[in-house]
T-cell receptor, first 115, second 111 residues
Framework: KQEVTQIPAALSVPEGENLVLNCSFTDSAIYNLQWFRQDPGKGLTSLLLIQSSQREQTSGRLNASLDKSSGRSTLYIAASQPGDSATYLCAVGVAGGTSYGKLTFGQGTILTVHP | DGGITQSPKYLFRKEGQNVTLSCEQNLNHDAMYWYRQDPGQGLRLIYYSQIVNDFQKGDIAEGYSVSREKKESFPLTVTSAQKNPTAFYLC??????????FGPGTRLTVL
């Protein structure tokens, strides 16, 4: 059974700092990996999608990498801002069978960026 | 605007009552999903549907039921058999197996 772990559980940084959020998964037979942002009481916003054949994806100040062989992904946030404060969730997509398209989520990293 | 809508935003249930959560999408996605989120935890999959008139149980389907009669709609019923239904419920859709998009959620509270 796929298990997804996110480290750290919470992170507090001063504005302007570059930071890295970590995600690890136990089964390397994934189809894709998705990073989401969730604000309190809200739904999830998709940030980046990495297909299993890709090594990284970039969107603005965000860069996500994927190393399937080691079961790891990182989300790099450059020049953090108070508006980046949210919970960041990592999810891996299953490959094949009737489970095709299912996502397994980590528990998230709560990020606080203080001015 | 294209997107996913969920209603109601807040829902209160009495003991022994069935309630239905609505999820509608106009993204022309084939697949739809229901997740449950408890405080401080990630999302857990309840049910998912890859095509109209077909759906599969997720990891925590007991006490829940769904239907998929239309491509745009995937309602979730929380039955009285669900012993601990208080949670935040999220609906999502995708073109399998690509990026999933989420609705704003429904917060269900048992009185």
């Amino acid at each position: 059974k796929q298990e997804v772990t996110q480290i750290p559980a919470a992170l507090s940084v001063p504005e302007g700092e570059n930071l890295v959020l970590n995600c690890s998964f136990t089964d390397s037979a994934i189809y894709n990996l998705q990073w989401f942002r969730q604000d309190p009481g809200k739904g999830l916003t998709s940030l980046l999608l990495i297909q299993s054949s890709q090594r990284e994806q970039t969107s603005g100040r965000l860069n996500a990498s994927l190393d399937k062989s080691s079961g790891r992904s990182t989300l790099y946030i450059a020049a953090s801002q108070p508006g980046d404060s949210a919970t960041y969730l990592c999810a891996v997509g299953v490959a094949g069978g009737t489970s095709y398209g299912k996502l397994t989520f980590g528990q998230g990293t709560i990020l606080t960026v203080h001015p | 605007d294209g997107g996913i809508t969920q209603s109601p935003k807040y829902l209160f249930r009495k003991e022994g009552q069935n309630v239905t959560l609505s999820c509608e999408q106009n993204l022309n996605h084939d697949a739809m999903y229901w997740y449950r989120q408890d405080p401080g935890q990630g999302l857990r999959l309840i049910y998912y549907s890859q095509i109209v008139n077909d759906f599969q149980k997720g990891d925590i389907a007991e006490g829940y039921s769904v239907s998929r009669e239309k491509k745009e709609s995937f309602p979730l019923t929380v039955t009285s058999a669900q012993k601990n239904p208080t949670a935040f419920y999220l609906c999502a859709s995708s073109r399998v197996p690509n990026e999933q998009f989420f609705g704003p959620g429904t917060r269900l509270t048992v009185l």
